[in-house]
């Protein structure tokens, strides 16, 4: 009769303690859900493709959801939210908890550049050279502007010194980079370039740095569009640069990575990849290392100071989704239709998944969860399992 009336309590105290447990992984759940960010496709303004999140041991797919042609641009995350453009001409809002769609919008043409995400809008242009501006809650639109012309880049954005102005930076094949007041959606400025723009432009706060097909690394001030430098690179530039401690991070299609000195504007090193294939990947810059794939089918590390080889890494075809340092690991997704992490100390693989669809788009990375896109139109999303 003692030990009966013993076990009651005991039970009840472990029934409390699971209880409490499990609604403390719940919170922490939740919590991982309504504060991640990844508000644009590299992270943050500077393009540095690094994550400030750390990854669980074990990665499951949490979920996927369906678009209704190929992703080629990398998804976004805030709100609670995952934002991703697809090919069928639409921009989508979907939970980041359980992947059921919020809501979408119709572009009217193929989206291939990924948002940005600023203030509860969504910034993002198509392949018609529309640039849009949405409401992050309802995909209203606050305002847009006819381009007419292809974007293909994510937009990027920057505050005025003094803070009393928020602008939208874009690029197009119009060879233009564009610069937008966010809350009247009127041009501030249009700077010229000799060729097509391809990716997003960097910024530090005071300029922006972004490349094209001219072969030249522009330096541009953010507030009067202005140029205040130019670097030629040696080759064309699919990609977007990696602004970081006034260094520029880049590779080109001259199959070489270069580091670029703004303030001096001059390369400081260049990375030739031995294998003599291009670089269509954008760079991630760690504190120590450089992380760019290749059409070698390598995923590249290099020292940051002196641009020697660390390590490279093979996969089964093409990188040109570009790679997320997180954690010291780094996630890379490939055409091969795998994304993978493997260590940044020496390139070890510690984590793969098959797709099977090629991945082009870079992942987003926020609150213990990597979230990606394929050509087979779906946004997959992989964390630990609560």
Known sequence: MWRYKLTIPIFILLLILLVCSTKKEDEKG????????????????????????????????????QTGRAIVSSPIIGLGRVFVSSTDGKVYSVNLADGSKVWEFDTGDDVEASPLLVD????????????????????????????????????NWARTSDSQQTLILVGS???????????????????????????????????????????????????????????????????SAALVDGKAYLGHYGNKLICIDIANQKIDWEYKNEFAAPFFSSPAVGKNQVVIGSRDEYLHCVDRKTGKKIWTFKTRDEIDSSPVIVDEKVVIGSTDGRIYIVSLK????????EIGAAIIGCPAVAGGMIIIGAEDGRVYTFGEKL
């Open 120 to 155: 509860e809008t969504i910034y993002v242009g198509s392949l018609s050279g529309e640039f849009f501006a949405l409401d992050a809650n309802n995909s209203e639109v606050k305002w847009k502007y006819n381009i007419d012309n292809e974007i293909y880049g994510s937009a």
């Open 346 to 353: 020496n390139g070890k693989e510690l984590w793969s998944y």
């Open 173 to 239: 094949y119009d060879n233009k980079m564009y610069c937008f007041d966010t809350n009247t959606g009127k041009l501030s400025w249009a700077y010229e370039t000799g060729n097509y723009i391809n990716g997003a432009p960097a910024t530090d706060g005071e300029n922006i740095v972004f490349g094209g097909c001219d072969e030249i690394l522009h330096i541009v001030s953010i507030v009067d569009g202005k140029k205040t430098g130019e670097i030629l690179a040696g080759s064309y530039i699919p990609g």
């Open 30 to 65: 939740q919590q991982n859900i309504t504060t991640a960010t990844w508000h644009i496709f590299r992270g943050d303004s500077n393009l540095s493709g690094v994550a400030k999140d750390k990854l669980p041991d074990i990665l499951s797919l949490l979920w996927s959801f």
